[in-house]
């Protein structure tokens, strides 16, 4: 029975094998394909220059329907993690510290809860701060480019590398110790993919 594509494994052991680089670098440099986004393009230029058949907007409405699914996939995925990280690391959000007190009691913080809105919305007036006259520091033209221009390369790579390398995009296990070992080989992917992102912000 087909299953469909194998998912992606690298196994970090593999990297002090003499023969890996070469053997991705192949492997790498061989595959063709096109990805989603290169398919919707090309067969929307065609519907522009009205050279469409009725095959080919089914086509391209198949492969949306797809990317959209693909997005929600992956949002859906990103949410799950940060959520598992969030309880594993964070604050449960379960407790309330007022005037130097810690409630963990539900009755308890609910009561300092409406409380502390109560004397918001029904307290006596405040005067409020006013900003008026306040010179606020602006950035200067030359960060201003910085931060609207193209991304380069040196910037893609530094945040791979700042990146642990046993941590992984996905659960593939296609880890950035893979990509840094690899980066040679993968990093004209990588910048194309995130000039992508840049430029439609899918």
């Known amino acids: 029975m087909d299953w469909g594509p194998k998912p992606f494994r690298s196994l970090d052991v ?20 096109e990805d989603i986004h290169k398919r919707i393009h090309k067969l929307g230029a065609k519907d522009d220059e009205s050279e469409f058949d009725e095959v080919g907007r089914e086509k391209r409405k198949w492969l949306l ?38 409630y963990d009691e539900q009755g308890a913080v609910k009561d300092k809860v409406k409380e502390y809105f109560k004397d918001r919305f029904f307290g006596e007036a405040r005067q409020s701060v006013k900003l008026d006259n306040v010179g606020f520091n602006k950035i200067i033209e030359e960060d201003n480019v910085l931060l609207v221009g193209r991304i380069s390369e040196e910037e893609v790579k530094q945040a791979v590398w700042s990146c642990g390398s046993d941590k992984s ?18 990093k004209a992917d990588i910048i194309r993919a995130v000039h992508d992102f840049e430029e439609e912000g899918i």
């Open 14 to 33: 593999w990297h002090k094998d003499s023969r890996f680089r070469e053997f991705v670098r192949n492997k790498w440099l061989s595959y063709e394909g």
């Open 65 to 102: 329907s797809e990317q959209r699914r693909n997005n929600l996939t992956q949002k859906a995925l990103f949410q799950q993690k940060a959520r598992i990280k969030w309880l594993k690391q964070g604050d449960l959000n379960t407790k309330l510290r007022d005037k130097g007190q810690w």
């Open 169 to 186: 995009l996905g659960p593939n296990g296609c880890n950035f110790g893979f990509i840094k070992l690899c980066w040679e080989e993968m």
